[in-house]
């Protein structure tokens, strides 16, 4: 089986964790974990970094430094992970979702400008496997009505927009380090921002809220979202090599541009936009509708070959979950319906070889023929 992915982890990973071992710094409280937060703070242009134990921590805690209360509304593209909703919902704020643009999978600017209502507290950007929200004209529309943005950037670690790192852009701007991301802390995120209040308060709701001179009275909920000293050191190592990286994916994705081109039945990605150039987090394919076999039937068939592939998010505004807040939204968003029911990625990890490259395009040229 060629897995959809699998990381590229080696001697210098492995000298970090020694270390980590030998000093027996393992938790939270290792220099790792400060040194981590600088560089990645220092590689995306922003002033602090505070590490966490996954991206969806780092989009609780985002929202939570937020204040949102019942009434406020925050804008959300329905075509991404569920991860964020989870604490607009559980703070009582209502999710406003958007559709995507059909051709970058992306929210847009317009739809976005077309939802703000007086009762619009945030915004939040995600960029899609790959491609970025034109960040330049969201960050003048959210300065235009004084919104803020979180920018999740989980999938677009080393990503440029309009010249400028993914993540120089929101208010707040979140990371994620599952194994399938650019760079990997085994699980781990981090939350990056310029603003001092912000940092501080996001390092409070992530280690339970203690206080400096009564550390176990407690005046807020936070959570135990603490990076370890292990992770940190796995990031560190990783970060090195981004670039590096980053070039490996891309070579990936002009293969299979290349290689798939003549696949009529199927929408590739976008190879790039006026202001950003595609570095092929995943490789996604859309299942024409007229194609005789669903994308369930070409994923299965793949499988059988020893293909691994996953589905496409399934639109937030679908979600049964809702039902529980009472969030019942009205519109259709016909393009991420579009694409999730239509659309899945091929093995795209940075682990795999020129061979398996090889392997899947010959196979998925052979079933979907």
């Known amino acids: 089986m060629i897995p959809v992915n699998s990381p590229v982890l080696g001697e210098k990973e492995k000298s970090k964790l020694i270390e980590c071992i030998e000093t027996g710094w393992i938790s939270s409280e290792g220099p790792f974990v400060a040194e981590f937060e600088q560089k990645m703070a220092s590689r995306v242009g922003k002033k602090y970094g505070i590490a966490v134990s996954s991206g969806t921590a780092a989009l609780d805690i985002a929202i939570e430094t937020l204040k949102l209360a019942p009434g406020d509304e925050v804008i959300v593209p329905s075509f991404t992970i569920i991860s964020c909703i989870h604490q607009i919902l559980r703070c009582g704020a209502t999710p406003i979702f958007i559709d995507c643009d059909i051709n970058s999978w992306n929210m847009t600017v317009e739809d976005v400008e077309n939802a703000i209502t007086p009762f619009t507290k945030a915004i939040m950007a995600v960029h899609i496997y790959g491609l970025p929200v034109d960040m330049l004209k969201l960050s003048a529309l959210a300065e235009q009505h004084k919104i803020p943005i979180i ?3 989980s999938q677009a670690i080393g990503l440029n927009c309009h010249s400028k790192p993914c993540g120089s852009f929101g208010a707040i ?5 599952y194994p399938n991301k650019h760079i990997t802390t085994g699980e781990g995120g981090m939350l990056l921002t310029d603003c ?3 940092a501080e ?3 409070s709701l992530r280690n339970l809220c203690f206080q400096k001179k009564q550390r176990f009275v407690h ?3 936070g959570w135990n979202y603490r990076m370890t000293n292990l992770q940190a050191a796995l990031g560190i190592a990783q970060l090195e090599q981004l670039d590096e990286f980053i070039i490996r994916k891309k070579q990936i994705g002009v293969f299979y541009q290349t290689e798939l081109a003549n696949l009529d039945n199927l929408q590739k990605p976008l190879k790039k936009l006026d202001y ?13 509708q007229t194609n005789r076999h669903s994308a369930a039937e070409i994923m299965e068939a793949l499988g059988q070959q020893g293909i691994g592939t996953r589905p496409f998010f399934w639109p937030l505004h679908l979600q049964p979950v809702l039902k529980q807040f009472g969030i019942q939204p009205k519109n259709a968003l016909p393009n991420s319906e579009l694409i999730a029911q239509n659309g899945f990625y091929l093995p795209s990890g940075l682990s795999l070889t020129d061979e398996q490259v090889e392997d899947v395009v ?3 040229k052979k079933v979907i023929q």
């Open 219 to 221: 005046e807020e909920l």
């Open 196 to 198: 001092p209040d912000l």
């Open 201 to 203: 308060r996001a390092k």
């Open 173 to 177: 701007s979140t990371f994620s380090f």
């Open 362 to 364: 010959s196979i998925v």
């Open 151 to 153: 920018e999740d950037t």
């Open 276 to 288: 950003a150039e595609n570095i092929y987090w995943v490789f996604g394919l859309v299942v024409n």
